[in-house]
């Protein structure tokens, strides 16, 4: 950046406080310790409270409190005075008539829902500590400078038994979640990454022909509109995009552009941009997003529901020109183009410039692999430089079989990086695949930028990032863009593009978000799963205490039941083959006489029969219950049974569902104790097989037809006496 730069941001800076400082309450601008605090006040805040708050009576007392939170510390105040003033704008004038009548504990209470949502936490962390500065810098005023604030102070508020317990439920809530969202990242991590180097090798292929045709068009070999072909992501059809500049879709489309607009030479001409010709691949990737009108300056409904259905806050928004986001003449020209696309033969409304997609699809790529292959946070990723103090290489020793010697051993690179809560660097090993996302990205800004696109810039102006203090002046940052480093909303948004539709759901079905964090505890997750033991997962990820770690050695319920499930099996199968388990023929034999003298007919069921009459609670399990009576002459309908259920663990172990799947298993091997007893009764030689002949005396006659009974005259005893009980 230069001098003369430099020299219109400070300026504008310092206009922008003057502004601010009009706006306020003379006691509340020399509020501060330092004369010059206001001056020193981040771009960001300066223009949140004078856009923003001024309008709201509480103007001052988050001014005030904001100065003196900033002045305190090296922490950003805008987080904290957000949540304070979303918190006011909803209690006030509906919980309480105005700011002095504001109780905040009991306006909290309500704030924070049923069930307790996070906004209820966060503004409550950030009022407390509004207010726990605030009541320090209070101690240090004389009785009259405290006397002219006080009208601008916040009312205090208790920390009562009531808001800790709602705190500790939505840390309880928020803690469940992430570890819903880990497993789900963990079970899919592998494929993640495959994912995003399969996509950011076919747009880097699409965007290669895109330059084939302007190097012919330059040459005068071809003119616009081309068409380029290329398979989809899953190699089963070819999509085909036209190939457009300005002029040429002017000069196409001549009857709907006035005539100075195709007079009018552009600066864009030369700028290609591509448009789908036909339907959508099968593998749309980003397709669909541009489709529904995530690319629009101003997205439709369709594009809000979408990312409202994928969990995606801002995508697209406050990118950096180029990163995702074309610049404002060239958006100007696709937005026109996909109007006008929406009368054409192909009615597609997806129409692209492939340039700034591929750029941010290299930092999506980047950001992935660096986090998915060290399980850093993102704050040590945005550290990463390519100067000397940060790049560093290596040679591992290494024993050679051979000589018994210990040699110099292969070439390691390595990034030196301050850990959180850590004071000095310490090494992170670099991959090969970290290696080739570096060197695209690299590559990728030579290309658009020039080779002096990656230059030294400034991370102060970068909001949250929490290492600003180590890098007080300029560094070559790798996560740049333009001169400038890029914030953790930018580098977010690439991979939130990258990862469009993948696979990963909660156990409700839901698309989880793929965010930095998320990353680092899926990581976490799938080395604990894969055996690493708690100790290496620590020094990997940077913790200083081990019960940290411990966090992730909880296991997710599929991998539970994958791990117990044989065990728990084997022991309801030794359970369940003991011979009391099967019944004997005698005790079938008894049951049936019993059954057909009490009621003189017996119920038909899957499989058999069943000896009561009365009303069935437990009709879907016949097997289990002491009332069924096993027909071998029906075996088939207990095969069928068998074979069902052994269909339905095979699909719930596909989908992942192993507790169902343990269900049915259990349904299944049920039925086949059914049929080993059916054995028994086919291998016992009955004689006169006793159900037929007392079939035969209590209503059913030689050729299988039900006679009707009289219930209403008893049946004679043998005595032949009614009242004998012989």
Known sequence: MTAQALTHQEAS??????????????????????????????????????????QFPWFNHLALAGIIYAEDGIAHPINAIRNVHSFLRWAIPKQCPSLS?????????????????????????????????????????SADRRAALTPFLLSPMNMTLQIRKLNMQVTTQSRAHRKQQAFAVAQELPALMALGRRRYHWLADLEAQVRSVADLVRQGRLTLPAVIQCPDLEHRQTATFRVWDRLSWIRDHAEVYSLQTRRNPSKMDGVLFLQ???????????????????LERTPPPEARQYLHEWQLPGLMMKQPTGLLRTNISLGRVLSWARRVAAGTPEDS????????LLAGAAVGLFTLVCLAQTGMRIGELMQVTLD???????????FDDPSQQWIKGPRQFYWRLFPKGRSERERYP?????????YVLIELQKRYGGQGALKPVSAQSVQHFSHTRRFVGEYKFVLQWKGKQLTIRSIENCLDFLLLEHPCRDPGGHPTRITSHVLRHGVASWLRQQGIPLDEIMALLKHVNISVTDYYSQLSPQDLFQKIGPALTALADLAEIEPQAIRSVGDLEKLVQTALKRYGVLRHTPGGTCASFLPCEVQFKCANCPNYIPDPARRCEIEEKIATHAQAVRVLETLGDYLQADVQRAHGRTWERVAKEMDALVAVEIISPPTQELLQDFGIDPSGEELLLNLQTPLPLPSGDPSSHD
Not at 276 to 294: H, M, N, T
Not at 349 to 356: A, C, D, I, N, T
Not at 430 to 438: D, G, R, Y
């Open 388 to 398: 000397r103090e940060c790049m560093e290489t290596g040679y591992l020793p290494q």
């Open 430 to 438: 670099v991959t090969a695949h970290m290696l080739e996302a570096l």
């Open 276 to 294: 789908l010709v036909g339907d959508l691949p099968e593998s749309p990737w980003f397709l669909r997003a541009i489709q529904k009108g995530l």
């Open 349 to 356: 409304r997806v129409v692209f410039g492939v340039e700034p």
């Open 13 to 54: 800076s310092r206009k922008g406080c003057e502004n601010l400082c009009q706006l306020l309450d003379p006691a509340v601008v020399q509020a501060p310790r330092d004369p010059n605090a206001w001056q020193k006040l981040d771009h960001l805040s300066v223009v949140y409270f004078t856009r923003t708050l001024s």
């Open 101 to 141: 009548a504001l109780v905040p504990e009991q306006a909290l209470l309500g704030y924070f829902g049923n069930p307790p949502r996070m906004r209820g936490q966060l503004a409550c962390t950030a009022y407390t500590s509004l207010q726990l500065h605030l009541h320090a810098y209070l101690q240090t005023l």
